[in-house]
């Protein structure tokens, strides 16, 4: 692993840089402790952890929100980065076109507004308020409001963790699409395991504040949970969470007492 | 079609005929509301009113007779007294109102925005709040004498405290995070103001409006009873010392109908600035 981090910085400069990141809320200790990452133009990165392991700190960070964080380190990020949050973070007092718009100094900002609610199949809900959209037609909002300043890289914060498991089906393939279109690098900070594998070119764990594992994910074409390299992935890095899959293969189980028997 | 009828005939009767048997609890509950049921109580009042000075229960000399008051408010109308009043104290009290929710305005934008501009204007108006306005007058009568702009400021400082309190909560309950997003957005401090801030105030704003509205008629009222010229006030005050309650209830009608057209205003301005809201509501 640490090869490929190595092999990847050689062959061109990095979207992302992080150099030995220190970030502490508290003196009892620190939620960062000495983070190195890099993320190449265009990549798609999923960034998995245990609650309080670090991965908004490391956000938060990225996106220049830290302020009045104690800490030490460099960050090095692309002029142009977007923000998607978990709640979609409309303002509820805007009209949906005026919330993608927002802050945005274009002359025809509003047509490429249109033409970015028109990627995400709102085509026609310009005009409405942020509550007559249902919670994924909200985040689609959102991610419009991302896309249309062009991000060279896009920070998403769990953006799915509040929509209902169909309607993150659908955003799943929607945010494939539009990353292949756009090519940014993303950092997804996510819980689900599943939607890292789906989604990213790579699978980064964060456990006490640094890297602890990092997968580069090779499945060819559509990423299927019925394929076995995807079983294979997803058991390993639930095992670097911590975490023990008792509901899959009945063989493990036993697999697990000789393990036991062993130690 | 018609074999089609014969057939449905047999289902259509059986549900004109069909029981209604369901289990009925006491209604506890107010029930269905009564159309136009605000207007009942006042109807009500008017026709006690009528029948009161009818039947001679009420004497002229407590209360005119409703038909002399109406004819009072012709004369009145007529010879100009009461326009001429009307328009002399919807002036003072717009005034009043402009200046005090401007600076309420202003205020509450300073104080909402930094810390430094809340250090030094929070804590007076808090202090100011907890003096009644009315109790100012004899200073202001001291510093500005018996004129027109004793009156406004009087009515202004009535009013700036509502519109500064509701504004600057509305300001301070704004979230968090969308100061949050408008950083990641990049816009600036203006934009922020425009976007964000000021949209995000209004309903407090407006509450506090409401309340200033009253405010500033209460003020009015007092400014113009205790010393003025002019004004519907002078004209209630000059008809009391000849002992007319006809003109006097003519200048509370009128009172009144300022009031209720005030709000009504301010609600019209709720409805269009805050349609984000209502379509929520309804």
Redesign the interface.
């Known amino acids: 692993m640490a090869s490929y981090a190595g092999e990847l910085s050689t062959e061109v400069a990095p979207a992302v840089r992080v150099r030995s990141l220190h970030r502490s809320f508290n003196e009892a200790g620190g939620v960062l402790n000495g983070l190195d990452l890099d993320i190449a133009p265009g990549e798609f990165v999923a960034l998995l952890g245990r609650s309080g392991s670090g991965k908004s700190t490391l956000l938060r960070s990225l996106?220049?929100?830290d302020r009045g964080v104690a800490g030490t380190g460099v960050i090095e990020v692309p002029e142009k980065?977007?923000?998607v949050?978990q709640?979609s973070?409309l303002?509820?007092?805007?009209r949906v076109l005026d919330n993608v718009t927002?802050?945005l100094r274009a002359g025809d900002a509003a047509d490429r507004g249109r033409q970015a609610l028109a990627e995400v199949g709102l085509a026609g809900r310009e005009k409405a308020?942020p509550?007559?959209l249902s919670g994924g037609e909200q985040q689609r909002a959102s991610l419009a409001?991302s896309l249309v300043?062009d991000p060279e890289l896009l920070l998403a914060d769990e953006p799915f963790g509040a929509l209902d498991a169909l309607t993150r089906i659908r955003m799943h393939t929607l945010l494939r699409k539009l990353c292949e279109v756009h090519q940014p690098a993303v950092l997804l900070v996510t819980h689900d395991v599943d939607e890292a594998i789906v989604l990213a070119d790579r699978v980064i764990v964060l456990d006490g504040g640094v890297v602890r594992h990092d997968a580069r994910v090779e499945l060819d074409g559509r990423r299927s949970q019925a394929d076995p390299a995807f079983a294979r992935l997803r058991a390993r890095l639930l095992t670097e969470l911590g975490v023990e899959d008792d509901h899959d293969a009945p063989g493990r189980h036993l697999d697990r007492a000789v393990e036991r028997a062993a130690s | 079609m018609t074999t089609l009828t014969g057939n449905l005939s047999a289902p259509t009767r059986a549900l004109a005929e069909a029981e209604d048997v369901r289990p009925t609890r006491r209604r506890l509950g107010p029930g269905e509301p009564i159309r136009f049921g605000g207007l009942i109580g006042i109807a009500a009042l008017l026709l006690a009113w009528v029948v009161g000075s009818a039947t001679g229960v009420l004497d002229p000399r407590t209360l005119t007779e409703p038909w002399t008051v109406v004819q009072t408010a012709g004369t009145l109308i007529e010879n100009g007294r009461l326009q001429e009043s009307l328009v002399t104290s919807g002036i003072r009290a717009a005034l009043g109102l402009g200046l005090g929710v401007l600076v309420g305005t202003v205020l509450a934008l300073v104080s909402g925005l930094s810390r430094i501009g809340e250090s030094f204007i929070d804590g007076p108006i808090q202090v100011k709040r907890s003096i009644p306005t009315l109790a100012l007058i004899p200073l202001l009568i001291l510093w500005l004498g018996i004129g027109e702009p004793m009156k406004v400021i009087t009515i202004a400082l009535a009013v700036f405290v509502p519109i500064y309190i509701h504004t600057h909560n509305g300001l301070r309950t704004i979230e968090g995070?969308?100061a949050?997003?408008?950083?990641?957005?990049?816009?600036t401090r203006g934009?922020f103001v425009r976007?964000?801030v000021l949209?995000?105030a209004?309903p407090g704003f407006l509450l506090g409006l409401r309340f200033a509205v009253t405010s500033s008629l209460l003020a009015l009222v007092v400014v113009e009873v205790i010393n003025a010229t002019s004004g519907i006030g002078h004209m209630i005050t000059l008809a009391s010392n000849y002992g007319q309650t006809d003109i006097i209830v003519v200048g509370l009608v009128v009172y009144a109908l300022l009031g209720v057209t005030a709000d009504a205003v301010v609600r019209l301005i709720e409805r269009k600035a805050l349609s984000?809201?209502r379509?929520?509501a309804s």
């Not at chain 1, 303002?91 to 805007?94: A, C, E, G, I, V």
């Open positions: 996106a220049g929100l980065v977007s923000v949050f709640d973070r303002l509820p007092w805007k927002l802050g308020w509550h007559e409001r300043r | 995070r969308y949050e997003l408008a950083e990641t957005l990049g816009v934009e976007h964000v949209p995000g209004m984000w809201r379509t929520l």
